[in-house]
C-alpha cells in the first residue's frame, strides 16, 4: 500500500497529472476561440470582447501550468538521474520511461499527443479568426474610401485641359455603396 502511494507520488506521475491539466486549459481554450469565431461572424463585439478577454486570462493559467510541468521535469531529471541538460523535453522523458516504466511512458505519450493536436487545432482556429477579423478591416477601409471620396470636394471643377476633374482614389467618381463580388 505505502508503495502504491509513493508510486502516485512519484514525479512521473506527477508530471502526467499536470499534463492532465495541461490537456483541460488547452481544451477550454479551443472551446473559447470557436466562441470567438461565432462572436465575430455575427459581429456582436461584446462577445468578441468577452472572448478575447478569456482568452487572455486562459493563456495566463496556461503559462503557469507549463512553468509548473517545467519544474516537475527539472525534478524528474534529478529524482532520475538523467543526463545533465538544462530542461529534458517530454520526448526525451518518454524515452526514458519506456524500458524503466512503460505504463507511465505510453501515457506520457498520450498526453503529447493530446496537446499536439490541441494546439494545432488553437492554432488554426486563431488563423480563421484572424483572416475574418482581416477582411473586415479591408471592407471597412474600402467602405471609408468609398464615404470619405464622396465628401472629398476638390477646389477646380475642370482641370487645364478643360475636362471634368474626378476623385482622387477613384476613376469611376466616388460611391456610396461598395460593389462586392
Known amino acids: 500500500m505505502e508503495?502504491?502511494?509513493?508510486?502516485?507520488?512519484?514525479?512521473?506521475?506527477?508530471?502526467?497529472?499536470?499534463?492532465?491539466?495541461?490537456?483541460?486549459?488547452?481544451?477550454?481554450?479551443?472551446?473559447i476561440v470557436k466562441h470567438e469565431h461565432?462572436?465575430?461572424?455575427?459581429?456582436?463585439?461584446?462577445?468578441?470582447?468577452?472572448?478575447?478577454?478569456?482568452?487572455?486570462?486562459?493563456?495566463?493559467?496556461i503559462h503557469q501550468a507549463e512553468l509548473e510541468r517545467q519544474a516537475l521535469s527539472l525534478e524528474l531529471k534529478s529524482f532520475e538521474s538523467l543526463p545533465d541538460e538544462s530542461n529534458p523535453t517530454l520526448k526525451e522523458l518518454i524515452i526514458h520511461y519506456q524500458v524503466k516504466s512503460p505504463e507511465l511512458a505510453s501515457r506520457l505519450q498520450a498526453d503529447l499527443n493530446a496537446l499536439v493536436i490541441l494546439v494545432e487545432r488553437v492554432k488554426k482556429?486563431?488563423?480563421?479568426?484572424?483572416?475574418?477579423?482581416?477582411?473586415?478591416?479591408?471592407?471597412?477601409?474600402?467602405?471609408?474610401?468609398?464615404?470619405?471620396?464622396?465628401?472629398?470636394?476638390?477646389?477646380?471643377?475642370?482641370?487645364?485641359?478643360?475636362?471634368?476633374?474626378?476623385?482622387?482614389?477613384?476613376?469611376?467618381?466616388?460611391r456610396l455603396i461598395s460593389k462586392e463580388v
Open 3 to 31: 508503495k502504491e502511494q509513493d508510486q502516485k507520488n512519484s514525479p512521473g506521475n506527477r508530471l502526467h497529472e499536470s499534463l492532465q491539466g495541461l490537456i483541460g486549459l488547452h481544451r477550454q481554450l479551443y472551446e
Open 38 to 61: 461565432e462572436a465575430i461572424t455575427q459581429a456582436d463585439t461584446k462577445a468578441t470582447y468577452e472572448a478575447v478577454a478569456n482568452k487572455e486570462a486562459l493563456l495566463h493559467w
Open 125 to 174: 482556429q486563431n488563423q480563421v479568426n484572424g483572416s475574418l477579423i482581416s477582411q473586415s478591416l479591408k471592407h471597412i477601409n474600402n467602405m471609408k474610401g468609398n464615404i470619405f471620396g464622396e465628401t472629398t470636394h476638390q477646389g477646380k471643377t475642370y482641370n487645364q485641359l478643360g475636362q471634368k476633374n474626378q476623385a482622387a482614389g477613384n476613376p469611376h467618381g466616388p
